[in-house]
């Protein structure tokens, strides 16, 4: 496969292409004069590959390239393999690696003079920082992100992106819509329709936790079309999982099953565990609204299982809750205690947000309701 072939491929990297790739690669590393090749390949694929179906195979080629690259002093190269190999641990759901390879890109962005670069390297840590429950870290990496940026810089619209979403997991919502808003606008002045979907998912999801269903819907579906015109599909299944939330809300748990269950079996394909783990859960949600206590179980436990390994703290703690309302269905009064203890063990760690706050609220009504 060429080049210019690489550069224009759409889809994943699966099969043939991808295994003609790792061969080149395996053989020009060996080659001084095959650098630049070898530089131009990582550095047009390595975005594709969190796009059109990141690879596990793909992680060792990064780590050898950013190796060849500090061996010449590139420092450039150096710190955009590192973004990149952060960027698929983070799709892998290894928050702890993503941080590391994030940290490390971003001193070698202040270490080359290169704000464009150390404002996205910060604007993907404020993401991990939100998963993790840092929502303080979050906001100030998202604030030194926003305030590296030119205002005509593309990647602006990144940086509110972040700070929409800090707000957004602190019950913060109009400051969210209207960060998102901004985002929206500069990426539709670039013509940018992957990110004009992504953005108008974000506030159809603010206007989820406002109940605000129809102006949602609007929203998602606008961001569908538009996803699948690019066959974008790992994006789409997380559209999916929201549309399945606007169901879940309306009581029409049978069309929030079906949204669910498509979306986890195209997280599957892309091999997404942070979305395997919101799907999981999902399910078992909408299972236990319709009052099928036996099949949500299991999804619950597992859901418990893989947020564990993402190091969620807050989905682990609403995942026992869930599991503690099934045991307590089934009067299993002391398993039903364990799991809403354990789970207000895990509360006490985070930030007091408004939704750890209700939640905290939830658990302590339970417990007092078992006999």
């Known amino acids: 496969m060429t080049l210019d072939r690489v550069r224009a491929h759409e889809g994943s990297f699966v099969g043939a292409p991808q295994e003609q790739i790792f061969q080149a690669l395996d ?15 990582l550095l047009t694929i390595a975005p594709q590959m969190v796009q059109a179906g990141y690879q596990d195979g793909w992680a060792p080629y990064l780590v050898r390239g950013i190796e060849l690259a500090e061996t010449r002093g590139d420092v450039r190269t150096t710190a955009e393999l590192q973004l990149n190999l952060g960027w698929l641990l983070q799709m892998r759901g290894d928050f702890d690696g993503a941080d590391a390879w994030y940290a490390k890109s971003l001193a070698a962005f202040e270490r080359f ?9 910060l604007s993907r840590q404020s993401f991990v920082a939100c998963m993790c429950n840092e929502y303080e870290r979050a906001q100030a990496l998202a604030e030194h992100a926003l305030s ?17 979403r800090v707000a957004f997991y602190r019950g913060e919502f109009g400051d969210a ?29 603010v206007f989820v936790a406002l109940h605000r269903f129809d102006e949602a819907m609007t929203n998602f579906e606008r961001a569908r079309r538009i996803l699948r015109s690019a066959r974008c599909s790992r994006e789409e299944a997380y559209l999916l999982n929201n549309m399945g939330n606007v169901f879940c809300e309306l009581h029409r748990f049978g069309d929030a099953l079906r949204c669910y269950a498509e979306a986890l079996h195209m997280h599957m394909e892309w091999q997404d565990e942070l979305g395997v783990a919101v799907e999981t859960f999902n399910l078992g949600y909408a299972r236990h609204m319709m009052g099928d206590v036996d099949l949500a179980k299991p999804h619950f436990i597992a859901a418990l299982r893989l947020w564990r390994r993402l190091g969620n703290l807050y989905m682990q703690a609403e995942s026992l809750r869930y599991l503690g309302d099934v045991y307590a269905t089934r009067e299993q009064s002391r398993r039903a205690r364990a799991a809403y203890c354990h789970a207000h063990i895990l509360l006490r760690t985070l930030e007091p947000t408004s939704a750890v706050e209700e939640l905290r609220k939830v658990l302590t009504g339970s417990l007092a309701g078992l006999t």
Not at 29 to 36: N, S
Not at 148 to 164: I, T, Y
Request: charged share 30%; no cysteine; aromatic share 8%.
């Open 27 to 41: 053989f020009a590393m060996q080659l001084d004069e095959a650098w630049p090749w070898v530089k131009d390949v």
């Open 113 to 121: 003079g290169d704000d464009n670069g150390a404002g996205r390297a």
């Open 148 to 164: 590296l940026f030119a205002p005509d810089d593309p990647e602006r619209a990144a940086a509110l992106n972040a700070v929409g």
């Open 177 to 205: 819509q209207r960060a998102f808003e901004q985002a929206l606008s500069l990426r539709e002045e670039q013509g940018d329709l992957d990110n004009v979907a992504r953005n108008l998912r974000d506030i159809g999801n």
